[in-house]
């Protein structure tokens, strides 16, 4: 009786254990949007943490003159940046607003092509061939409302831009914060936790710090090469009288499909060549299918270099984690959702290896 005692105590305190873990997991990720200032500050300390290392090695500075050259010219670079893209975004979004009645002919024109010369739609019974006729108004119409919003949300949002000051400023204090006094912090978790949670948080936040750590800069880095690659072939394309109108729009939209998980540029290049093409613009239907190729081959050829391992999570369950998180708190979800995902198999490699069940049920373990 007493070795069963023993076993269910064991079993429970396990339970406990992970049924803990995916509460914590599941607090943090609904108060990340709350915090998201600390939570940029922390990636981006994570980001500049080997560039301050080196100034530190190299001229033997102090952590805080090398932390605060680094943000200092990271910042200069990035407000000349933002200036530029926001009066450019501004620009390309009003255009694209008040041209979008004649893209919306265009898809009109094109699907109108499509089922006209469909000798097919012919010969059905005329109550099917109204049913698809309505079918395909219907679609313009969710196409022409779909668009619509999402170019006055996205105006509306540059037009917000001031308003995002005060997140901004919390975003530069935290991180400079946690670049200078990096060693006070972690001296202050020690001080004031007992002294076994200290050792189990920095055993799991050391590995987890690392390994997140270098997928987050390798993702990062080739979501900024593939965004610099679309944007200056569009931008070349427009130069050159291909009629690609709005080059940074288009490609920050590149850019953000590619960030998430499973997607990648083809989602938005793909189609978008097959559009041209049918349309009749062969030559920026090929241009398009060139620049995805060197999309491809640069990525080829940095991925195995910035990623040194595999996250070694099934495609099935990123793609859970991506739904997880867009169900819970939107598109911001879709990036973070595969994120605690690698956390939590980092935390529980071991029960995952062995086997969820066996490893809680297990008597030996």
Not at 105 to 117: C, W
């Amino acid at each position: 009786m007493v070795t069963d005692m023993n076993y269910w105590s064991k079993v429970i305190k396990r339970i406990f254990s992970l049924a803990l873990t995916l509460l914590l997991l599941f607090i943090f990720f609904k108060l990340s949007v709350f915090y998201i200032p600390f939570l940029i500050a922390f990636v981006l300390a994570l980001f500049f943490e080997p560039l301050i290392k080196f100034f530190m090695k190299k001229f033997n500075w102090t952590r805080r003159l090398s932390s605060t050259l680094v943000i200092f010219v990271s910042i200069a670079i990035l407000v000349g940046f933002i200036g530029w893209g926001t009066v450019t975004l501004f620009n390309e979004a009003t255009n694209l607003l008040s041209n979008s009645g004649e893209y919306f002919g265009r898809i009109q024109s094109l699907i109108d092509n499509l089922t006209k010369n469909n000798s097919l739609l012919d010969k059905l019974p005329i109550d099917l061939s109204k049913s698809i006729e309505n079918a395909q108004a219907e679609l313009i119409s969710t196409i022409t409302n779909w668009i619509t919003n999402l170019l006055i949300g996205i105006r509306s949002w540059i037009i917000k831009i001031p308003n995002f000051i005060m997140s901004i400023f919390f975003v530069l204090i935290s991180l400079y914060f946690m670049c200078t006094d990096k060693i006070y912090m972690i001296d202050q978790m020690e001080h004031h936790l007992p002294d076994i949670w200290t050792k189990k948080i920095s055993k799991h936040l050391n590995s987890i710090t690392k390994k997140l750590g270098k997928y987050i800069k390798a993702e990062a880095t080739l979501v900024f090469v593939t965004f610099l690659i679309s944007l200056i072939g569009l931008t070349i394309y427009n130069i050159i009288g291909l009629n690609v109108g709005f080059p940074l729009l288009i490609s920050l939209g590149i850019a953000f499909v590619d960030a998430l998980p499973i997607l990648g540029s083809g989602a938005v290049m793909a189609p978008w060549a097959i559009i041209e093409v049918i349309n009749g613009n062969i030559k920026l239907g090929v241009a398009v299918i060139i620049l995805w190729a060197i999309m491809g081959i640069v990525r080829n050829i940095l991925e195995p270099k910035l990623v040194s391992k595999h996250i070694g999570i099934h495609p099935v369950f990123t793609l859970v984690a991506m739904y997880t998180g867009y169900k819970l708190i939107g598109f911001f979800g879709m990036i973070l959702g595969p994120i605690l995902l690698i956390v939590l198999k980092e935390i529980y490699t071991p029960l995952i290896d062995k086997g969820v069940l066996r490893s809680i049920f297990d008597r030996e373990g």
